[in-house]
């Protein structure tokens, strides 16, 4: 293993080097995703402080649990993502409603990232990824978006949008469906989504 | 239990931690034996994770960076626990809490703080447990509500039923008692009949009274009688030794037939003379109005 990570070592080499203790491994995990999570983060919970409180803790759980992690059930990637948006979400349903809505009050605007070392590739991506969205019907749009960035439930999102949790059942299913098929083959390699 | 298709909308809504808890659970024992939809879910939340990049990137403070990496020194790492000899084998052979880190996701995507501190595992079983005796529960109540309400209505139906099957019985037995007591006077060895003719009120009108003498139930029946008019009602009157004794008042039908049943005062028995007269509604104790049809004994 490299002291040194560069970027096209795959994610899934950084954690396997993780497991094994390597600090700077973490660090280049850190460097690659922290933006991209905080972003995520952010738009859950809608405070600066609280989303990097939870940052901090996903890191520390991945540096804990690396060698748990199996490659076989699906990307680093997604797995981090996943972690990032469990913590966020399990934080925002343990503050009360009052804190909520303070939470909400002081939405802070979410600077776009300048630190441009490791981000230009990462939003490049984004880049794909928010045309795949503008590419899905409104509806499926909001719907998954509400699920995804507001970490709403089906019930929730149903009440948010007065509609039926079939519909909602159905908006997802089709939206995520459609994002799956034109994001196919956009990301190849160490960098494959799914 | 769902079928094989029903879980696919379920997997959408867990790909990206949408879906509700008993829904969630209900797929979680579907993946224990379904590869096909557990690859499914690996690529939808793949296609969910890739909903983080549209989110504008935002840079954490250095600081952040900084405690972080200092902080690793001071946490232990926890060593692998791959359980490859049961990869894809039953959750239940999984120590408790323990899994390949990726694979709870979906417990941990709606892990409640509150639940930290009990088994994982004890909870599921005991939350599974609960959630089918609610179903069940929920389902015996519909059902026994919905009986109960179909009996309600049914007793309701049936008590309407009887109410009126009463009503046509006690009709029934009254008409009957009125047939027998008919039959008896016209088989009775006493049965006596008079003819009573139209007087000039009424000329063409013909009466029968048809009576029993033992017992004096009478029969009478009458034709050709004007109708009475308003407030108005004919009335039989037994005449013995010029004493008029009072009958029943009856009203005609349009046709000017009219047909009653009556009771012979034991002192009527002895009447030479039967006579309807024109008398107010409900009938009089003593005769006041015109002659319409008279007959002797």
Same mark, same amino acid.
């Given at each position: ?22 600090? @700077?491994?973490?660090?280049?995990? /850190?460097?690659? /995703? @922290? ?6 983060? +952010? =738009? ?14 996903? *890191? +520390?759980?991945?540096?804990?649990? @690396? ?5 076989? =059930?699906?990307?680093? *990637? ?24 303070? +939470? ?26 928010? &045309?795949?969205?503008?590419? +899905? ?10 699920? /995804? ?24 299913? @089709? ?11 956009? *990301?190849?390699?160490?960098? &494959?989504?799914? | ?9 379920? !997997? ?11 829904? !969630? ?144 019985? $006690? ?13 008896? #006077?016209? #088989?009775?060895?006493?049965?006596? %009949? ?20 033992? %017992? $004096? ?27 008029? !004794? ?30 309807? %007269? ?10 006041? $109005?015109? #002659? ?6």
């Amino acid at each position: 293993m490299t002291a040194r990570p560069e970027r096209d070592t795959s994610d899934a080499e950084l954690l396997r080097a993780v497991a094994r203790g390597d600090e @700077a491994a973490l660090a280049a995990l /850190y460097d690659r /995703y @922290a933006s991209i999570l905080l972003g995520l983060v +952010l =738009r859950i919970l809608h405070s600066r402080g609280e989303a990097e409180d939870v940052l901090q803790e996903v *890191f +520390l759980q991945v540096w804990r649990r @690396a060698a748990d992690f199996d490659e076989g =059930r699906g990307r680093p *990637f997604t797995w981090l993502v996943t972690l990032a948006r469990s913590r966020a979400i399990d934080r925002l349903r343990a503050l009360d409603s009052r804190g909520r809505a303070a +939470l909400a009050s002081q939405r802070e605007p979410t600077e776009e990232v300048s630190d441009a070392s490791a981000d230009a590739f990462r939003s490049e991506q984004g880049e794909i990824v928010r &045309a795949a969205l503008s590419q +899905l019907s409104e509806e499926q749009r909001t719907t998954l978006l509400l699920a /995804y960035h507001e970490g709403l439930t089906q019930t929730e999102i149903a009440e948010r949008l007065k509609q039926p949790l079939g519909t909602v059942k159905t908006r997802t299913r @089709a939206g995520l469906m459609k994002m799956r098929e034109l994001l196919a083959g956009k *990301f190849e390699g160490a960098d &494959a989504l799914f | 239990m769902k079928g094989h298709d029903e879980y696919k909308e379920i !997997l959408s809504l867990a790909a990206l931690d949408a879906a509700d808890g008993a829904e !969630l659970r209900d797929l979680e024992a579907h993946l224990d034996s379904c590869a096909e939809c557990r690859a499914e879910l690996r690529e939808l939340r793949g296609a969910g994770a890739a909903l983080a990049l549209a989110a504008p990137p935002v840079a954490p403070s250095p600081e952040l960076r900084t405690r972080l990496l200092a902080s690793l020194k001071s946490t232990p790492q926890e060593s692998a626990r791959r359980l490859s000899a049961e990869e894809g084998a039953s959750r239940a052979t999984r120590p408790p809490g323990r899994a390949p880190a990726n694979v709870v996701s979906l417990e941990d995507a709606r892990r409640d703080p509150r639940r930290a501190f009990v088994s994982r595992r004890a909870f599921n079983l005991t939350a599974v447990a609960a959630s089918l005796l609610v179903v069940s529960l929920a389902v015996v109540s519909a059902v026994l509500w919905r009986r109960n309400a179909a009996l309600n209505s049914a007793v309701a139906s049936l008590s309407g039923a009887l109410e009126r099957a009463r009503g046509e019985l $006690g009709q029934t037995r009254s008409e009957l008692a009125v047939a027998r007591r008919e039959r008896e #006077i016209l #088989i009775s060895p006493e049965m006596h %009949t008079s003819q009573l003719a139209g007087t000039k009120m009424a000329e063409s009108a013909r009466a029968r009274l048809v009576y029993d003498e033992r %017992t $004096g139930e009478a029969m009478f029946t009458a034709a050709k009688l004007p109708p009475a008019p308003a407030g108005k009602a004919y009335q039989l009157w037994f005449i013995a030794d010029g004493k008029p !004794l009072p009958g029943s008042a009856f009203n005609t039908d349009a046709e000017g037939r009219a047909e009653m049943r009556d009771r012979i005062p034991p002192e009527g028995l002895r009447a030479q003379v039967f006579a309807v %007269t024109l008398e107010p509604a409900g009938g009089l104790p003593a005769p006041s $109005g015109e #002659i319409y049809l008279k007959g002797a004994s």
